[in-house]
């Protein structure tokens, strides 16, 4: 990296705030304040965009499912509806917060507010630029993986606290589907970190830049699974079984409204940023895009690969119908969990090969690559083939719900 | 470890480690003395990183507070017929004087034995370290505690089927 | 004042009296309270107790390979993980039989 690294240099933002640190310094004052100062500035920096990332994706979210459900979405208030999430927000504060009787008042009100501490926690380990990041963390996978399980207990206080049946079972459906789908996520990201051979983000994305390629082309299964299992963890729509309006009405915030709701509403997508952010500087080489940060900052890159993801979200939820529990948790177990299995294995055979026999990188990462790729679709289409049952083109009768796990009769010839 | 920062951080982490588990005894719902224990268990994940034990104190997070509590749950809720109102029994005045013992004792010991320290400063990566500790001094306890996790998990499913 | 001098640092004997306390706590709930859950949050936080007292040996103390604490740290997560498994798994199978996790009216083995 040839960077000019000047006070000026804003393709990466970690060099005006390194050059105040060396400026506090030599003001002379001690490591705490200066440790304060720049854990402060990189807190503003993350808080700006978590909150603008907030009020956006509300309007990007809504005009994008829009288009695809073939109509316009919000389009009244301001030039091109942008203004709608200000008036979502206006609407939400105006309205009263109402608290049922026997809720328990405490839990009730905590669990909005305690539930940002993990989605906002998420982007403090996320590197942004060469010398941008906020907390270079050794276990930085790890801590992403902590953070998302204590989600769990937070919704759990939601759905316990309002002391309603759907808000209980909304809660233990996020506790069954999230439990769940933590093994394939972990196993997942454990090709990755055992690939990488690091644990820390910073590490990561830098391991990319020194061979030459996004993690992607070495874990397109590890990338599946963690799309897949991320969609689940985010209650969003293929899996928002917790939440689910036409099952029970709303889930774990049924009893919520005014700004309450909202804080549900906006952590959702932030927490959704931050998946895709986590998925950007894992599988996507976060800001490096093989040279290209040379001339566009590295952040900015960032940022576009986020949103990159972010639409692959909302396309999902645009398409894709909801998924029974059942199916759900089955898909969990029968199917990525083995498949995490055998990336895990494969990618540690890999590793033994490749540092045991000591070959060099050129000629055995693309290896790996070809590999691993053909191992993903032979994987992939063998679990369709092995677990789904065969499509009937033309079908005779009109088929139940109840129907659907009967085996069905062979398809007739006619 | 004398920088400040990471004193007043222990103490403060201490200090709502250990409020959250007096609470544990004083409140009146069981659904919130859990919730007041997982603020204990990452009061304990923060001293541990204030004690430079990064990786232990992030499994610490995942596996007690993401985990262990999430089976507390499960249990008060699939139990609904049983008290939730975290009374004590009889039990409580021998506990209390035992409770005083155990951290008089404790605390003499502590105060009076001449402790070999290091002086050492705080580690660099643990992770890494840990990792080849349980694969090559360790490997025997390691197996051990694999299939342990794996008897558990069989006889905790036997327990609870229904036959 | 001496009390503040006395923690503004942070030594071994302080984190080892940390953990004496919260061990107290735990073991004080472990025994005095009705509900089997209840009961093993107590004997968890126990756990805990100890895990930072080996946390704090491995910072301070001399040794020639300071991270076993850790190591042995992980150990008793796991063993936490799967005690926590099985008894939770018993005060549920004992509810389905007596409609209760209270320990002290659970006395069949009782004579």
Redesign the interface.
């Known amino acids: 990296m040839s960077l000019l690294a000047n006070w000026y240099d804003f393709r990466d933002l970690g060099n005006p705030v390194a050059r105040l640190i060396e400026a506090l310094q030599d003001a002379g004052l001690s490591g705490g304040w200066i440790y304060a100062i720049s854990g402060l500035l990189g807190a503003i920096g993350i808080l700006s965009f978590v909150g603008v990332a907030a009020v956006i994706n509300i309007w990007i979210e809504r005009r994008l499912i829009g288009r695809i459900q073939v109509r316009r979405g919000p389009n009244r208030v301001g030039p091109f509806g942008l203004l709608q999430p200000v008036a979502d927000a206006i609407k939400l504060i105006q309205k009263e917060a109402l608290q049922p009787d026997n809720a328990d008042g405490i839990m009730f009100t905590l669990a909005p507010i305690v539930i940002f501490i993990p989605a906002i926690l998420a982007f403090s380990v996320l590197p942004w630029g060469e010398h941008m990041v906020l907390a270079d963390l050794n276990v930085g996978v790890l801590f992403l993986l902590a953070l998302s399980s204590t989600t769990t207990i937070i919704i759990f206080m939601a759905g316990y606290a309002s002391n309603n049946k759907y808000a209980i079972l909304g809660s233990m459906r996020v506790i069954a589907m999230l439990i769940s789908y933590e093994l394939p996520v972990v196993l997942a990201l454990l090709g990755v970190v055992l690939f990488a051979g690091t644990m820390s983000l910073t590490g990561i994305v830098s391991f990319q830049e020194t061979y030459w390629s996004w993690l992607i082309f070495f874990q397109p299964l590890a990338f599946l699974i963690f799309l897949l299992g991320s969609t689940a963890e985010l209650n969003r729509t293929p899996a928002d079984i917790a939440e689910a309006e036409s099952e029970i009405v709303a889930g774990f915030h049924i009893e919520y409204s005014g700004m309450k709701f909202g804080l549900f509403y906006a952590v959702e997508l932030v927490n959704t940023v931050a998946v895709s952010a986590i998925i950007a500087s894992l599988f996507f080489g976060g800001w490096w895009t093989y040279g290209l940060e040379e001339f566009i900052p590295g952040w900015i890159l960032f940022i576009g690969k986020i949103y990159s993801i972010y639409f692959i979200f909302i396309w999902f939820r645009g398409t894709l119908p909801r998924f029974r529990v059942d199916q759900l948790m089955a898909f969990a177990w029968k199917v990525l969990l083995p498949l995490a299995l055998i990336n895990a294995m494969m990618v540690a055979l890999e590793i033994f090969i490749w540092t045991e026999y000591e070959i060099s990188a050129g000629i055995v990462l693309p290896i790996f690559a070809v590999v691993n790729f053909a191992l993903a679709g032979v994987l992939i289409v063998g679990f369709g083939r092995v677990m789904s049952r065969t499509m009937e083109r033309f079908p005779k009768l009109p088929r139940l719900v109840k129907d659907i796990d009967v085996p069905l009769p062979e398809p007739s010839t006619a | ?7 007043i951080a ?2 403060a982490l ?1 200090a709502m ?2 409020g959250a ?2 609470m ?2 004083l409140v009146r ?7 007041f ?2 603020l ?3 009061g ?1 994940a923060g ?2 990183i ?7 104190a ?22 609904p ?4 109102d ?4 009889f ?2 005045l ?3 004087v ?3 013992l ?2 008089a004792g ?2 003499f010991v ?2 009076e034995t001449e ?4 002086g ?1 400063g ?2 660099d ?3 890494a ?2 990792g080849e ?2 694969l090559s ?2 490997v025997l ?1 390691f197996e051990i ?1 694999s299939v ?2 794996v ?3 069989i ?3 036997v ?2 089927r229904d036959d | 004042m001496s009390i503040v001098l006395l923690a503004a640092r942070v030594d071994l004997e302080h984190v080892l009296i940390v953990g004496a306390v919260l061990f107290a706590i735990g073991l004080y709930v472990a025994l005095s309270k009705r509900n089997a859950v209840a009961v093993l949050m107590g004997i968890e936080l126990m756990l805990n107790a100890v895990n930072l007292t080996f946390i704090a040996f491995a910072r301070f103390v001399e040794s020639p390979r300071p991270l076993d604490g850790h190591v042995f740290v992980i150990f008793v997560i796991t063993v936490a993980a799967a005690e926590a498994a099985v008894a939770l798994a018993l005060a549920v199978a004992v509810y389905r039989h007596r409609e209760t996790i209270d320990v002290g009216k659970i006395s069949l083995l009782r004579w």
């Open positions: 470890m004398d920088d400040l920062g990471v004193v222990f103490w201490a480690t250990i588990a007096a544990l005894i719902n069981l659904m919130h003395a859990i919730l224990l997982i204990s268990f990452v304990v001293l541990y204030t004690l430079s034990a990064d990786f232990v992030v499994a610490q997070v995942l596996i007690y507070a993401g985990a262990i509590s999430v089976l507390m749950i499960f249990a008060v809720m699939l139990t017929l049983s008290e939730r975290n009374s004590g029994n039990l409580q021998p506990a209390l035992l409770s005083g155990v951290i404790v605390t502590a105060l402790w070999r320290e290091a050492r705080s580690f990566t643990t992770a370290e840990i500790a349980l001094p360790f306890p505690a342990l996790l008897a558990a998990m006889g905790a499913i327990i609870v």
